[in-house]
């Protein structure tokens, strides 16, 4: 009984990270299906990632992809999704949908385009000091 107690108190420590694209028509590697009611926005992700923890109480912070999160203001986002319940969490950089990332990002053979994918990445960790993360 002792585990299953120890087990069961582990169990409410347990917190998921969503990724924001989970609340999006991130569709699959063939096709984006639109649905009605799909969040179209970063804000709306957050409104429906606080719907997610009000109810289960296990997912606390979402995950930002970058640039399909990018918004002007960071500090206000992070105050919109703390009025909402829940937290920003790691901001993740995305170098794989474009045409140009096709033979790498980061390791390119083509300068401009590790280049361009050395500043998304410098972006991408602008972002994570200005909404306080550390990953």
Partial sequence: MNDVA???G?????AIEVPSWAYGNSGTRF???GTPG???TVQEKLADAA???ELT???PTVALHIPWDKVDDYAALKEYAAGLGVGLGTINSNTFQDDEYKFGSLT???EAVRRRAIEHHLDCIEIMHATGRRT
């Fill in 6 to 8: 120890t087990a069961l």
């Fill in 51 to 53: 719907k997610v923890h």
């Fill in 31 to 33: 096709k984006v299906f």
């Fill in 108 to 110: 390119s053979s083509n």
């Fill in 38 to 40: 799909t969040p179209r």
């Fill in 10 to 14: 582990r169990l409410g420590e347990l």
């Fill in 57 to 59: 109480g296990l997912a």
